[in-house]
C-alpha cells in the first residue's frame, strides 16, 4: 500500500516540494541565473552601446572613427557603423552591402523596423550626451553569442539531484519490497512441495502478520485438518477392519453349530420336500462359511497381517488338484468341463496356498455368476510369447455387484494375492475370464515394499 500510494503521489507532491526547495536555494544563495555569454547578454551589450555612444559627444570624424574601431576590436563578431547629423554613412567596420550611402528618415524607418527583433541582434544609439545627437551608430551581433545555450540557476543542481534521488529511492524500494515478496513466495511454494510419509505438506513457520503471513496460516491450517482427516480416516479403517475380523470370529460359532444339526438331519427320515429344503438350507451355510472366511482373510490381508512365503511350484500340479475338487460341483451344475493341461511341470514363484485360493475363488465366482454360460475351461494358451494358465468361461461374467453373493470380496483377494506374488492386476470386472500368464520379471523391478527384486519366474493376473 505504500508503494502505491507513494507511485500516485510522486508527481503531485514530491515536484511540488522540490520546486519549494528550489526556491529556498535561490533565495539563501541570491543568485539568480548565471550567464555564461560571452559578452553579458543582450542587456549588457545595450547598455554598453548608449554608453559608448554618450561619450562621442563633441568629438570630430576622425576620433569617431577611431572610437568605433577600439570597440571592433573588443568585440570582432559584431558589425558597426556610424552616421553623421547630415545622414551620411562614415565608417563601415566592415563595409556592408545592405547600407546605403545616404539616409533619408524612410530608410531609416525601415532599417529600424527591419532590426526589430531580428537576427543579427541591432542596437541603435544616438551621438551625444543623453544620446541627443543629430547623428547615430548602429552595432550588429549575431543572436547565438549573446542568448545562453541553457541557462542554469545557482539552485537547478540541488533540484535535479532531489529529483534523482527521490526516484531512485522510489524504485529501490519497490525492488527490494517484490524481492522480499518473491523470496517468501518461493519458500511458500518449497514448503507446499515437502510432504510426509502420508503424502501431507509440512506446516511451514509463519514470521510476519502480514498478507502472506495470512496465506501461510491458511496453509497450515489446511496441513491440520489433512493430518486430522487422515488420523480419522486410519482410525475408522482400523475400527472397521476390528469390527469384521469380530463379526466373522463371532459368526462362525453359531454357524458350525447349525451345519451340525444339518449334518444331523441328514439321517433322519425326511420327505422330499424337506429333503429339497435342507439340500438349500446346506447349500446357504456353506456359501455363509465361505464368505465369513473371505472377509476374515481380506480383512488380514489389508491389515498387512498375511503373510505369503513364494517358492518354486509346479502350477500345473496345482490347478489339476483344484480342478479335481472342482469336477463334482461342474457336474451338479451341468457345465460343459475342458481341462486341458499337460502332465509337464511347469515352475513358478508363487505362495501354495494363496495360489490354490485364487483358482478357488475363480472357479466359485463362475459357478455362482457365469453358469448361465454352461461352461468353464482350464487351459494353457501362448500370449505374447509367454505361456499363459486361462479360467474362462461363457457367461455374462463375473459381477462383483451381485447382491449378498460375496463376489466383490473374492475376486478382491485375487487381485490382491496376484499383486502381492508380483503379479499385475486387473480390475475384476470382464468379460470371459482371467489368465494367469508366466515369464521372468523384468530385471531391475521393485516388489511392493520398493526393494529391487531378483530375476526369477512370476505370473500376471490379466483379463481376457
Same mark, same amino acid.
Given at each position: 500500500?505504500?508503494?502505491?500510494? #507513494?507511485?500516485?503521489?510522486?508527481?503531485?507532491?514530491?515536484?511540488?516540494?522540490?520546486?519549494?526547495? %528550489?526556491?529556498?536555494?535561490?533565495?539563501?544563495?541570491?543568485?539568480?541565473?548565471?550567464? *555564461?555569454? $560571452?559578452?553579458? /547578454?543582450?542587456?549588457?551589450?545595450?547598455?554598453?552601446?548608449?554608453?559608448?555612444?554618450? $561619450?562621442?559627444? &563633441?568629438?570630430?570624424?576622425?576620433?569617431?572613427?577611431?572610437?568605433?574601431?577600439?570597440? $571592433?576590436?573588443?568585440?570582432?563578431?559584431?558589425?558597426?557603423?556610424?552616421?553623421? /547629423? !547630415? /545622414?551620411?554613412?562614415?565608417?563601415?567596420?566592415?563595409?556592408?552591402? *545592405?547600407?546605403?550611402?545616404?539616409?533619408?528618415?524612410?530608410?531609416?524607418?525601415?532599417?529600424?523596423?527591419?532590426?526589430?527583433?531580428?537576427?543579427?541582434?541591432?542596437?541603435?544609439?544616438?551621438?551625444?550626451?543623453?544620446?541627443? &545627437?543629430?547623428?547615430?551608430?548602429?552595432?550588429?551581433?549575431?543572436?547565438?553569442?549573446?542568448?545562453?545555450?541553457?541557462?542554469?540557476?545557482?539552485?537547478?543542481?540541488?533540484?535535479?539531484?532531489?529529483?534523482?534521488?527521490?526516484?531512485?529511492?522510489?524504485?529501490?524500494?519497490?525492488?527490494?519490497?517484490?524481492?522480499?515478496?518473491?523470496?517468501?513466495?518461493?519458500?511458500?511454494?518449497?514448503?507446499?512441495?515437502?510432504?510426509?510419509?502420508?503424502?501431507?505438506?509440512?506446516?511451514?513457520?509463519?514470521?510476519? !502478520?502480514?498478507?502472506? &503471513?495470512?496465506?501461510?496460516?491458511?496453509?497450515?491450517?489446511?496441513?491440520?485438518?489433512?493430518? *486430522?482427516?487422515?488420523?480419522?480416516?486410519?482410525?475408522?479403517?482400523?475400527?472397521? $477392519?476390528?469390527?469384521?475380523?469380530?463379526?466373522?470370529?463371532?459368526?462362525?460359532?453359531?454357524?458350525?453349530?447349525?451345519?451340525?444339526? @444339518?449334518?444331523?438331519?441328514?439321517?433322519?427320515?425326511?420327505?422330499?420336500?424337506?429333503?429339497?429344503?435342507?439340500?438349500?438350507?446346506? #447349500?446357504?451355510?456353506?456359501? @455363509?462359511?465361505?464368505?465369513? *472366511?473371505?472377509?476374515?482373510? %481380506?480383512?488380514?490381508?489389508?491389515? +498387512?497381517?498375511?503373510?505369503?512365503?513364494?517358492?518354486?511350484?509346479?502350477?500345473?500340479?496345482?490347478?489339476?488338484?483344484?480342478?479335481?475338487?472342482? %469336477?463334482?460341483?461342474?457336474?451338479?451344475? +451341468? @457345465?460343459?468341463?475342458?481341462?486341458?493341461?499337460?502332465?509337464?511341470?511347469?515352475?513358478?514363484?508363487?505362495?501354495?496356498?494363496?495360489?490354490?485360493?485364487?483358482?478357488?475363488?475363480?472357479?466359485?465366482?463362475?459357478?455362482?455368476?457365469?453358469?448361465?454360460?454352461?461352461?468353464?475351461? @482350464?487351459?494353457?494358451?501362448?500370449?505374447?510369447?509367454?505361456?499363459?494358465?486361462?479360467?474362462?468361461?461363457?457367461?455374462?461374467?463375473?459381477?462383483? +455387484?451381485?447382491?449378498?453373493?460375496?463376489?466383490?470380496?473374492?475376486?478382491?483377494?485375487?487381485?490382491?494375492?496376484?499383486?502381492?506374488?508380483?503379479?499385475?492386476?486387473?480390475?475384476?470386472?470382464?468379460?470371459?475370464?482371467?489368465?494367469?500368464?508366466? /515369464?521372468?520379471?523384468?530385471? &531391475?523391478?521393485?516388489?511392493?515394499?520398493?526393494? #529391487?527384486?531378483?530375476?526369477?519366474?512370476?505370473?500376471?493376473?490379466?483379463?481376457?
Amino acid at each position: 500500500m505504500l508503494i502505491v500510494i #507513494a507511485a500516485f503521489l510522486f508527481i503531485p507532491v514530491i515536484l511540488p516540494i522540490a520546486s519549494v526547495s %528550489y526556491s529556498i536555494v535561490q533565495w539563501i544563495s541570491g543568485n539568480d541565473i548565471v550567464d *555564461d555569454t $560571452k559578452y553579458g /547578454g543582450t542587456t549588457a551589450v545595450r547598455t554598453m552601446w548608449h554608453a559608448e555612444a554618450a $561619450k562621442m559627444d &563633441g568629438l570630430s570624424v576622425d576620433e569617431i572613427d577611431a572610437a568605433l574601431l577600439e570597440l $571592433k576590436r573588443q568585440y570582432p563578431e559584431a558589425t558597426m557603423f556610424w552616421v553623421d /547629423g !547630415e /545622414g551620411v554613412t562614415r565608417r563601415q567596420l566592415p563595409p556592408q552591402s *545592405d547600407i546605403p550611402a545616404k539616409w533619408t528618415p524612410r530608410e531609416a524607418i525601415r532599417f529600424m523596423k527591419a532590426s526589430v527583433g531580428s537576427d543579427p541582434y541591432t542596437v541603435v544609439a544616438f551621438l551625444g550626451k543623453d544620446n541627443a &545627437g543629430p547623428g547615430f551608430m548602429t552595432l550588429r551581433m549575431p543572436r547565438d553569442i549573446l542568448s545562453p545555450g541553457s541557462p542554469i540557476g545557482a539552485g537547478t543542481p540541488y533540484y535535479i539531484a532531489f529529483i534523482f534521488v527521490m526516484f531512485a529511492f522510489f524504485v529501490a524500494m519497490s525492488l527490494l519490497f517484490f524481492r522480499h515478496i518473491r523470496r517468501r513466495l518461493l519458500r511458500l511454494q518449497s514448503a507446499m512441495a515437502l510432504q510426509d510419509e502420508h503424502g501431507i505438506p509440512m506446516p511451514i513457520g509463519v514470521r510476519r !502478520e502480514d498478507e502472506i &503471513g495470512a496465506l501461510e496460516l491458511a496453509f497450515n491450517g489446511m496441513v491440520v485438518q489433512l493430518r *486430522d482427516s487422515r488420523k480419522r480416516q486410519a482410525e475408522e479403517e482400523e475400527l472397521r $477392519k476390528s469390527l469384521i475380523a469380530n463379526l466373522s470370529h463371532d459368526l462362525r460359532t453359531p454357524l458350525t453349530i447349525m451345519n451340525g444339526h @444339518l449334518h444331523q438331519l441328514q439321517g433322519e427320515r425326511l420327505s422330499e420336500h424337506g429333503r429339497q429344503s435342507l439340500s438349500v438350507m446346506q #447349500a446357504k451355510s456353506e456359501g @455363509l462359511g465361505e464368505l465369513i *472366511d473371505n472377509l476374515l482373510a %481380506y480383512t488380514l490381508m489389508t491389515g +498387512g497381517r498375511y503373510r505369503l512365503a513364494c517358492e518354486e511350484t509346479d502350477v500345473m500340479r496345482l490347478a489339476r488338484e483344484s480342478a479335481a475338487g472342482w %469336477y463334482p460341483v461342474w457336474e451338479r451344475e +451341468g @457345465l460343459e468341463v475342458e481341462v486341458d493341461l499337460p502332465h509337464e511341470s511347469m515352475i513358478w514363484s508363487v505362495d501354495r496356498a494363496a495360489f490354490q485360493r485364487m483358482l478357488d475363488n475363480l472357479f466359485q465366482n463362475v459357478v455362482r455368476h457365469a453358469g448361465n454360460g454352461g461352461y468353464i475351461g @482350464l487351459t494353457l494358451a501362448e500370449r505374447a510369447g509367454r505361456t499363459s494358465l486361462v479360467v474362462a468361461d461363457r457367461g455374462n461374467g463375473m459381477k462383483a +455387484g451381485s447382491p449378498g453373493s460375496g463376489a466383490g470380496i473374492g475376486l478382491a483377494i485375487v487381485d490382491y494375492l496376484a499383486e502381492s506374488m508380483s503379479g499385475k492386476p486387473k480390475a475384476p470386472r470382464r468379460e470371459r475370464g482371467f489368465i494367469f500368464t508366466s /515369464g521372468p520379471r523384468r530385471q &531391475g523391478a521393485r516388489n511392493k515394499a520398493g526393494a #529391487a527384486s531378483e530375476r526369477r519366474p512370476g505370473f500376471f493376473l490379466n483379463e481376457i
